[in-house]
């Protein structure tokens, strides 16, 4: 009456094996998947910011009124150094580089950077911001560069220098 039948499951060497070809699998992937997201980190952040300072700079012609970009964690104010978290674009009526309750925000984005660090170099009038001028659209003072450092490889550096006519160029930059 009673049937004898053998039970399909793994033995305990069959799971160990298992485990050992996932971990192997999983060690092989991970770098590759870090180095894939740092690529598309570095070609995803020269277009992110010539649409940023491209937006910024027509802003300023259609409103006729000072725009600001500005680095910003919260996405709400302006934070020094905060570039490789997030960007604000707001109109400055009172030109003191700041976002007041009275003025409007045009743009903020968050840049979620972390495979390197963004920072921007200006010059004594934009040093932690830039602004396109209200009558012509084209930034005010002398202008300064972004600067991407790569954590892991210098060759993803970039230097990304804006002009006097508001035009972002993409230069490679080794040092950082």
């Given at each position: 009456?009673?049937?004898?039948?053998?039970?399909?499951?793994?033995?305990?060497?069959?799971?160990?094996?298992?485990?050992?070809?996932?971990?192997?699998?999983t060690t092989i992937a991970i770098p590759c998947y870090h180095d894939y997201q740092e690529r598309l980190e570095v070609a995803h952040l020269y277009?992110?910011?010539?649409?940023?300072?491209?937006?910024?700079?027509?802003?300023?012609?259609?409103?006729?009124?000072?725009?600001?970009?500005?680095?910003?964690?919260?996405?709400?104010?302006?934070?020094?150094?905060?570039?490789?978290?997030?960007?604000?674009?707001?109109?400055?009526?009172?030109?003191?580089?700041?976002?007041?309750?009275?003025?409007?925000?045009?743009?903020?984005?968050?840049?979620?950077?972390?495979?390197?660090?963004?920072?921007?170099?200006?010059?004594?009038?934009?040093?932690?911001?830039?602004?396109?001028?209200?009558?012509?659209?084209?930034?005010?003072?002398?202008?300064?560069?972004?600067?991407?450092?790569?954590?892991?490889?210098?060759?993803?550096?970039?230097?990304?220098?804006?002009?006097?006519?508001?035009?972002?160029?993409?230069?490679?930059?080794?040092?950082?």
């Amino acid at each position: 009456m009673f049937h004898s039948h053998k039970e399909s499951a793994f033995t305990l060497f069959e799971l160990i094996i298992c485990i050992a070809v996932i971990t192997i699998i999983t060690t092989i992937a991970i770098p590759c998947y870090h180095d894939y997201q740092e690529r598309l980190e570095v070609a995803h952040l020269y277009p992110l910011l010539k649409q940023n300072t491209d937006f910024a700079k027509n802003t300023a012609l259609t409103y006729h009124s000072d725009i600001v970009i500005c680095a910003s964690e919260n996405l709400n104010s302006c934070q020094n150094n905060m570039w490789h978290k997030g960007i604000i674009i707001f109109s400055d009526l009172n030109k003191n580089k700041k976002i007041d309750p009275y003025e409007q925000i045009f743009s903020a984005v968050a840049t979620n950077i972390k495979y390197g660090h963004l920072k921007w170099n200006g010059s004594v009038s934009n040093l932690h911001s830039i602004t396109f001028q209200g009558d012509t659209g084209l930034p005010r003072g002398a202008m300064g560069a972004f600067h991407y450092c790569n954590f892991k490889q210098t060759k993803h550096s970039q230097y990304l220098p804006i002009g006097m006519m508001g035009n972002l160029r993409k230069e490679s930059n080794a040092t950082c």
